[in-house]
Nanobody, 126 residues
Framework: VQLQASGGGLVQAGGSLRLSCAAS????????MGWFRQAPGKEREFVAI????????YYANSVKGRFTISRDDAKNTVYLQMNALRPEDTAVYSC????????????????????WGQGTLVTVSS
């Protein structure tokens, strides 16, 4: 599975951005999709995941209520709508895919994902 993330940019605090991640895989709907981010000097951290076919989502506490993950299987694309952005949201955001749903404690670990996009930079100015 090849993943291509896009949509990053510079935005003021309180603003919004929508990230997209396009997949090459024709069976995209069968994959669990996740978003992770890595801020400068920090480790990569979990942001959000969505189950295959989109029935279940899960968010990091830091983004819950502000970010929404969704998917359009007809377009082989997963989205991350980010609202009320804060300077601490500044990071490189990457999408990732894995074949099966598992426990949350497993799926929030980046090592549990087989496929990764290249990342897109989001910068939030204060």
């Amino acid at each position: 599975v090849q993943l291509q993330a896009s949509g990053g940019g510079l935005v003021q605090a309180g603003g919004s951005l929508r990230l997209s991640c396009a997949a090459s895989e024709r069976t995209f709907s069968n994959y669990v999709m996740g978003w992770f981010r890595q801020a400068p000097g920090k480790e990569r951290e979990f942001v959000a995941i969505i189950s295959s076919y989109g029935g279940t989502t899960y968010y990091a506490n830091s983004v819950k209520g502000r970010f929404t993950i969704s998917r359009d299987d007809a377009k082989n694309t997963v989205y991350l709508q980010m609202n009320a952005l804060r300077p601490e949201d500044t990071a490189v955001y990457s999408c990732a895919a894995r074949r099966f749903w598992d426990t949350i404690s497993t799926m929030i670990r980046s090592s549990e994902y087989n496929y990764w996009g290249q990342g897109t930079l989001v910068t939030v100015s204060s």
